[in-house]
């Protein structure tokens, strides 16, 4: 651009959508726009979410805060508070606002974003206009409650959907008698069931909340002061005294600006996938007033998402794309668990009008658990083998495993059974014990690995003002490790940040870098014939020149894995391990294990192992797991001598590759064995060993069912039976502990290795990075791998040769220096005299 | 030690722009008998080239033997990641890792032998 002055960007709202995408835009290009917001609230941007605890007395008004005055200070915005935006003239630019005292400014701009949020609802009553008739949507209506409920007595608070409840538990807690009017036959009919929404009935008015269910309102009187007194319901005399009537009878997109500069509207201001406006390629809509293919979303992450889109756009990179979100609901009412997601409402669906012919579609199921005494309620509904809806009440710790199951669109049909028990029964060590997220105590640990306790991460949410899993992980690091605290965290940010939490994206991107996914790299890689690092990030439009920790040695290995033999392995984009070819400890001196064959070994080999950890003063010397000797504590300058000496393969125990095949004696030496399982090992490490995979790949052969080589918890465990061989697959000893499941059984040797380096081929061409056979079995389903592998013989042999092809000739990095591109200056300080 | 050696380098050859590996790194011992720990030097992003302690300021990992991307790189213990030509880390994690002065010429790369013999000079600028 030629011209010294920077470009207008000039926002009209100043709500949490379109502050975040400032946010993000300042994120990718600080200095691109003079930027100017209009807000008409006299406050800067704070958590509107938050509004419920702070009438409830939960939380101060300075606490929900998200960005004070001195963030746009700093990054030079012109701030007008108390200015509502009243006319946009298109053909010259230009916005015109004014504040309550009459005063007039504008500003001109090449690019607008319309922020304008929505406006509450008011019913068209007689006596609307009375004093104490409120909506309750921003600041001046919470503190209004506040205060009335600090003077009067009696409440009713017209709506009983999510906003109307928090507001009734409010002003309940506040002392108020509170009576909820309610059209609907059910509470939170946009959100739950009939039956769930009975129960949360129930316990409201255990709590001291009254109820007219199904119920009209026909006019608000007022008494001889003006003020409202009573609420007259229709057909009948029923009154009910009221000092101060709330109306939550829902909210409507704030379009009334954007229909007078003529932007094409429907419910909201229609915006394409790039959350620019239909009518004018200058301006731009997100949050509540948008209308994204034919949905308004009011949750706070789907805008968020939408943020992150515009802000990409207007930083001029120009690949993100909009493309709708699934949202979750959660209550904000200390005390009581509710979540939905989806198509809850399952075989009910008829029973509301709005909701499509999902009672008449013969692949919808439902599970129902229902114990009305403990007060549970839970619902799942299914679809094709996928979760498409869930309604849960009492019991809602799995309702974040639940929504991931959701929005990843999980084959659930081999965990069906134990869906409705949560994740925790599905063996993963990780979550039990922690039977709610919400009954731990603050001083709870959750993340075991960071050692991060319950209270630590509230308090980040809640200071920092966190929404999204990620931001957790940044600024706590609980969950940042070994992952297998992530559903705990997920919930107690449910928990913390309120209702409208939800992780939206259906895919995640692979890093900071880039918004495309794992699958998408690969998919490009393989379509595009993409050979190089530097063409993957230029086809994919890479924001950075070359990548991060995170993203570079997933694409090295995606495009090894794609084009063997044509690639060129990038030892830069390697980790440490990878690069140094051994395991860096915490002191920064590394770990050696050479390979023995099926963790067998000779004299000779020990021998000069023994001399070697003479030689080199090695501290440690420990037995592993695998059935191999480690050596510890080894300085990087040795590391070339030491492989010299001991002169055995690389066991390849730092790397992303085939570790070890575990074995037992098997009939050679052992009275029950029935196969000979060592030798068996052996041929089936002699012919995996180099093999490198998106993650490690460790084996085991057994030579009886008795299985002492643990082949249940191995990626292929292999037990040998009287008739031949059981190939179990996709088992797992680590975080998530998880029981190989049976694949095959097969006659020969032969075969063993074909269906074995087969189903390892597969894993190595469609797995993501750092993903499990466990996991990767669960994301594509055991039926695929079936398919592929057992059904047709020919992708099967395809497979195999393949694999082959991959590994013949591969170096040994440890002696093949040069082949394997090892650096050997990196052994070798540079030193100064 | 002398303030005053800290304002006039004295530059010493540590190799060539050759010697590093791109997005790669080489370490350096200090000098016979000087306290402190060796020094990172690393080629980045375009062939700059910085020099840091090769140590991290979380639990002392070896930043020489991190993953280097633009100006940064990635500690290998725990991933914290540094800013090479400040020293500072990336937030939300907090502190800074010591750097050097750095000069290069005709490809050859210098360090400053008075930075190298002062392990505390870092507390006394700074």
Same mark, same amino acid.
């Given at each position: 651009m030629q011209n010294l002055e920077k470009p207008k960007l000039v926002m009209i709202g100043n709500g949490m959508a379109g502050v975040r995408c400032l946010e993000e835009l300042f994120k990718l290009s600080p200095d691109l726009y003079d930027v100017t917001v209009f807000g008409a609230?006299?406050?800067?941007?704070?958590?509107?979410?938050a509004l419920s605890p702070v009438l409830a007395g939960?939380?101060?008004?300075?606490?929900?805060?998200?960005?004070?005055l001195s963030w746009y200070e700093e990054h030079r915005i012109s701030l007008h508070l108390g200015?509502?935006?009243?006319?946009?003239d298109r053909s010259e630019r230009v916005v015109y606002a004014k504040n309550q005292q009459g005063q007039e400014v504008q500003a001109r701009y090449d690019r607008l974003i319309v922020a304008t949020g929505s406006m509450p609802f008011m019913l068209?009553?007689?006596?609307?206009?009375?004093?104490g008739v409120l909506a309750y949507r921003d600041i001046a209506d919470t503190l209004a409650m506040i205060e009335a409920a600090k003077h009067y007595q009696n409440a009713v608070v017209i709506g009983g959907g999510l906003l109307g409840l928090e507001a009734a538990n409010g002003l309940m807690k506040r002392g108020m008698k509170v009576t909820v009017i309610h059209?609907?036959? %059910?509470?939170?009919e946009r959100q739950l069931d009939p039956v769930a929404g009975a129960l949360l009935e129930k316990s409201l008015v255990q709590r001291g909340l009254q109820f007219k269910i199904g119920a009209h309102t026909d006019k608000l009187i007022g008494n001889e002061k003006g003020r409202v007194c009573q609420v007259a319901l229709k057909g009948g005399d029923e009154m009910i005294d009221a000092d101060l009537v709330v109306m939550a009878v829902g909210i409507r997109p704030n379009t009334a600006l954007a229909q007078s500069m003529r932007l094409h509207c429907d419910r909201g201001i229609v915006v394409s996938d790039t959350m620019q406006s239909v009518t004018d390629p200058k301006i731009y809509a997100l949050g509540e007033c948008a209308s994204h293919r034919g949905v308004v979303y009011g949750l706070v992450a789907p805008l968020f998402e939408q943020g992150k889109v515009l802000a990409n756009h207007l930083a001029q990179m120009g690949i993100a794309r909009y493309t709708g979100s699934i949202t979750s609901t959660k209550l904000k009412v200390t005390g009581i668990d509710l979540f939905s997601a989806g198509e809850?409402?399952?075989?009910?669906?008829?029973?509301? /009008?709005?909701?499509?012919d999902l009672a008449q579609d013969q692949e919808v199921e439902e599970i129902v658990l229902s114990d009305p005494h403990e007060g549970v309620y839970k619902k799942l509904v299914i679809k094709n083998d996928r979760l498409i809806g869930a309604c849960l009440f009492?019991?809602?710790?799995?309702g974040s495993w639940y929504f991931k199951l959701l929005r990843e669109g999980t084959h659930v049909a081999e965990i069906r059974d134990k869906l409705m028990f949560?994740? /925790?029964?599905?063996?993963?060590v990780g979550h039990e014990?922690?039977?709610?997220a919400q009954s731990m105590?603050?001083?709870?640990?959750?993340?075991g690995c960071n050692g991060v306790n319950k209270g630590a991460i509230c308090k980040a949410i809640k200071e920092k003002g966190l929404f999204t899993l990620e931001e957790v992980r940044k600024h706590t690091?609980?969950?940042?490790?070994?992952? /297998?605290c992530t559903g705990l965290v997920e919930q107690i940010l449910m928990f913390t940040?309120?209702?409208?939490y939800s992780s939206t994206p259906k895919k995640k991107a692979?890093?900071?870098?880039?918004?495309?996914?794992h699958q998408e790299v690969r998919d490009a890689i393989k379509a595009q014939r993409l050979i190089a690092m530097g063409s993957v990030f230029e086809t994919l439009a890479w924001?950075?020149?070359?990548?991060?920790q995170t993203c570079r040695p997933a694409i090295n290995y995606y495009l090894l894995s794609t084009w063997p033999k044509l690639a060129q392995d990038d030892?830069?984009?390697?980790y440490i391990n990878e690069r140094s070819h051994a395991n860096i400890q915490k002191d920064g001196t590394y770990s050696v294990i050479p390979r023995m064959w099926a963790g067998e070994t000779n004299s000779g080999e020990l021998r000069r192992i023994a001399d070697v950890v003479d030689k080199y003063k090695i501290p440690t010397v420990k037995v592993t797991g695998g059935q191999r000797i480690d050596l510890l504590g080894v300085k990087k300058e040795d590391l070339v001598n030491v492989w010299k000496d001991i002169g055995m393969p690389s066991g390849?125990?730092?790397?992303?590759a085939l570790r070890t095949v575990k074995t037992c004696v098997?009939?050679? %030496?052992?009275?029950?064995?029935?196969?000979d399982s060592t030798q068996m090992g052996k041929d089936l490490e002699r012919a995996l060993w180099r093999m490198y995979a998106p993650h490690k790949v460790k084996l085991a052969v057994s030579?009886?069912?008795?299985?002492c080589a643990e082949?249940?918890?191995?990626?292929v465990g292999i037990i040998g039976v009287d008739s031949g061989w059981e190939i179990y697959i996709?088992?797992?000893?680590?975080i998530k502990t998880e029981v190989a499941q049976f694949f095959v059984k097969l006659k020969t040797a032969q075969e063993v290795l074909e269906y074995s380096g087969a189903f390892l081929q597969l894993y190595r061409e469609e797995g993501w990075y750092l993903e499990r056979t466990c996991h990767y079995v669960s994301r594509v389903g055991m039926e695929f791998v079936r398919e592929k592998i057992l059904n047709e013989p020919q992708t099967r042999q395809a497979l195999w040769e393949r694999l082959k092809f991959s590994l013949?000739?591969?170096?040994?990095p440890w002696f093949e220096f040069e082949k394997a591109k090892v650096?050997?200056?990196?052994?070798t300080p540079v030193e100064i005299q | 030690m002398n303030q005053k050696n800290l304002l006039n380098p004295d530059w010493v050859s540590i190799g060539h722009l050759q010697d590093i590996a791109p997005l790669g790194c080489r370490r350096v011992k200090r000098p016979?008998?000087?306290?402190g720990g060796e020094v990172a030097v690393f080629r980045a992003e375009g062939d700059r080239i910085y020099a840091v302690?090769?140590?991290?300021?979380?639990?002392?990992?070896?930043? @020489?033997?991190g993953l280097v991307f633009g100006a940064r790189v990635a500690c290998?213990?725990?991933?914290?990641?540094?800013?090479?030509? @400040?020293?500072q880390v990336q937030s939300p994690d907090q502190g800074c890792v010591q750097t050097f002065s750095v000069k290069v010429e005709n490809e050859e790369i210098f360090l400053d032998r008075n930075e190298l013999m002062n392990p505390d000079a870092f507390l006394q600028v700074h």
């Amino acid at each position: 651009m030629q011209n010294l002055e920077k470009p207008k960007l000039v926002m009209i709202g100043n709500g949490m959508a379109g502050v975040r995408c400032l946010e993000e835009l300042f994120k990718l290009s600080p200095d691109l726009y003079d930027v100017t917001v209009f807000g008409a609230e006299p406050h800067p941007n704070y958590n509107r979410i938050a509004l419920s605890p702070v009438l409830a007395g939960e939380q101060s008004l300075d606490e929900i805060i998200l960005n004070p005055l001195s963030w746009y200070e700093e990054h030079r915005i012109s701030l007008h508070l108390g200015f509502e935006a009243t006319r946009v003239d298109r053909s010259e630019r230009v916005v015109y606002a004014k504040n309550q005292q009459g005063q007039e400014v504008q500003a001109r701009y090449d690019r607008l974003i319309v922020a304008t949020g929505s406006m509450p609802f008011m019913l068209p009553l007689e006596g609307v206009n009375l004093q104490g008739v409120l909506a309750y949507r921003d600041i001046a209506d919470t503190l209004a409650m506040i205060e009335a409920a600090k003077h009067y007595q009696n409440a009713v608070v017209i709506g009983g959907g999510l906003l109307g409840l928090e507001a009734a538990n409010g002003l309940m807690k506040r002392g108020m008698k509170v009576t909820v009017i309610h059209v609907a036959p %059910w509470l939170m009919e946009r959100q739950l069931d009939p039956v769930a929404g009975a129960l949360l009935e129930k316990s409201l008015v255990q709590r001291g909340l009254q109820f007219k269910i199904g119920a009209h309102t026909d006019k608000l009187i007022g008494n001889e002061k003006g003020r409202v007194c009573q609420v007259a319901l229709k057909g009948g005399d029923e009154m009910i005294d009221a000092d101060l009537v709330v109306m939550a009878v829902g909210i409507r997109p704030n379009t009334a600006l954007a229909q007078s500069m003529r932007l094409h509207c429907d419910r909201g201001i229609v915006v394409s996938d790039t959350m620019q406006s239909v009518t004018d390629p200058k301006i731009y809509a997100l949050g509540e007033c948008a209308s994204h293919r034919g949905v308004v979303y009011g949750l706070v992450a789907p805008l968020f998402e939408q943020g992150k889109v515009l802000a990409n756009h207007l930083a001029q990179m120009g690949i993100a794309r909009y493309t709708g979100s699934i949202t979750s609901t959660k209550l904000k009412v200390t005390g009581i668990d509710l979540f939905s997601a989806g198509e809850f409402m399952g075989l009910s669906a008829s029973a509301i /009008s709005n909701a499509h012919d999902l009672a008449q579609d013969q692949e919808v199921e439902e599970i129902v658990l229902s114990d009305p005494h403990e007060g549970v309620y839970k619902k799942l509904v299914i679809k094709n083998d996928r979760l498409i809806g869930a309604c849960l009440f009492g019991d809602t710790v799995d309702g974040s495993w639940y929504f991931k199951l959701l929005r990843e669109g999980t084959h659930v049909a081999e965990i069906r059974d134990k869906l409705m028990f949560g994740e /925790s029964n599905l063996g993963d060590v990780g979550h039990e014990g922690h039977s709610k997220a919400q009954s731990m105590r603050d001083e709870d640990e959750v993340c075991g690995c960071n050692g991060v306790n319950k209270g630590a991460i509230c308090k980040a949410i809640k200071e920092k003002g966190l929404f999204t899993l990620e931001e957790v992980r940044k600024h706590t690091k609980a969950s940042a490790s070994c992952g /297998s605290c992530t559903g705990l965290v997920e919930q107690i940010l449910m928990f913390t940040s309120g209702g409208d939490y939800s992780s939206t994206p259906k895919k995640k991107a692979i890093c900071g870098c880039t918004d495309v996914s794992h699958q998408e790299v690969r998919d490009a890689i393989k379509a595009q014939r993409l050979i190089a690092m530097g063409s993957v990030f230029e086809t994919l439009a890479w924001r950075t020149p070359n990548g991060c920790q995170t993203c570079r040695p997933a694409i090295n290995y995606y495009l090894l894995s794609t084009w063997p033999k044509l690639a060129q392995d990038d030892p830069q984009s390697r980790y440490i391990n990878e690069r140094s070819h051994a395991n860096i400890q915490k002191d920064g001196t590394y770990s050696v294990i050479p390979r023995m064959w099926a963790g067998e070994t000779n004299s000779g080999e020990l021998r000069r192992i023994a001399d070697v950890v003479d030689k080199y003063k090695i501290p440690t010397v420990k037995v592993t797991g695998g059935q191999r000797i480690d050596l510890l504590g080894v300085k990087k300058e040795d590391l070339v001598n030491v492989w010299k000496d001991i002169g055995m393969p690389s066991g390849h125990a730092y790397a992303k590759a085939l570790r070890t095949v575990k074995t037992c004696v098997g009939s050679e %030496w052992c009275r029950f064995g029935t196969q000979d399982s060592t030798q068996m090992g052996k041929d089936l490490e002699r012919a995996l060993w180099r093999m490198y995979a998106p993650h490690k790949v460790k084996l085991a052969v057994s030579g009886c069912p008795r299985n002492c080589a643990e082949a249940g918890i191995k990626d292929v465990g292999i037990i040998g039976v009287d008739s031949g061989w059981e190939i179990y697959i996709a088992g797992n000893g680590g975080i998530k502990t998880e029981v190989a499941q049976f694949f095959v059984k097969l006659k020969t040797a032969q075969e063993v290795l074909e269906y074995s380096g087969a189903f390892l081929q597969l894993y190595r061409e469609e797995g993501w990075y750092l993903e499990r056979t466990c996991h990767y079995v669960s994301r594509v389903g055991m039926e695929f791998v079936r398919e592929k592998i057992l059904n047709e013989p020919q992708t099967r042999q395809a497979l195999w040769e393949r694999l082959k092809f991959s590994l013949d000739g591969e170096p040994d990095p440890w002696f093949e220096f040069e082949k394997a591109k090892v650096d050997l200056r990196q052994f070798t300080p540079v030193e100064i005299q | 030690m002398n303030q005053k050696n800290l304002l006039n380098p004295d530059w010493v050859s540590i190799g060539h722009l050759q010697d590093i590996a791109p997005l790669g790194c080489r370490r350096v011992k200090r000098p016979q008998g000087v306290k402190g720990g060796e020094v990172a030097v690393f080629r980045a992003e375009g062939d700059r080239i910085y020099a840091v302690l090769d140590a991290c300021p979380h639990k002392g990992g070896p930043l @020489s033997q991190g993953l280097v991307f633009g100006a940064r790189v990635a500690c290998p213990l725990h991933n914290w990641t540094f800013d090479l030509s @400040s020293g500072q880390v990336q937030s939300p994690d907090q502190g800074c890792v010591q750097t050097f002065s750095v000069k290069v010429e005709n490809e050859e790369i210098f360090l400053d032998r008075n930075e190298l013999m002062n392990p505390d000079a870092f507390l006394q600028v700074h």
